[in-house]
């Protein structure tokens, strides 16, 4: 790691900053890592089933959701979040390589691409998952009331956007990390 002194008494880093912040959000990503499959949980496990139909759009009034629906509504909603959870820990090893000075490792660069991936997997998977889940949700509700709900928004497409250019950018990383090595073998 590279330091200044510039006749300064105390040295200084200058990239003390990035170091730092790159350790918090590395601690964020491991705490959404966790509480995010825990508030997934904690959703399926205690909210009121009209409530739970009113976030999924879904207009049967008077329905009951089971035991059985809550949890496969729980596992249907965890794959996403699996994949989102998943890409987390590799952001978070991404700025673990921050955070160690490591700016152009192949640990931070393949964290980062991982968690692009993760991300456009989850943002691929959430209109399918979230079909299922109106079918599953209003499954009680009878033949002719079933529901089968695709929702494809902005933000959706907006994720697999972000996604995919930051996978994009990676490779270039990981294809210019490449060169650098191979014409430092020249010198």
Known sequence: ?????LNNPVAI???RRVRRLSRGMAILCLLAAVALPLGLLAYWLTVPAEELLRDARLQVAGQEIGWIQRLAAL???AIPLGCLTWGLLQARRCFGAFADGHFFAAEAIYGLRGFAIALFASALLQ???GAALSVL???GAGPGKRVLAVSVGSDTLLSLLFAGMVVVITWVMAEARGLADENAQFV
């Open 137 to 139: 949700l209003s499954w």
């Open 1 to 5: 790691m590279s330091t200044l002194h």
């Open 127 to 129: 209109p399918i998952t």
């Open 13 to 15: 880093d200058p990239l």
């Open 75 to 77: 596992v249907l909603s």
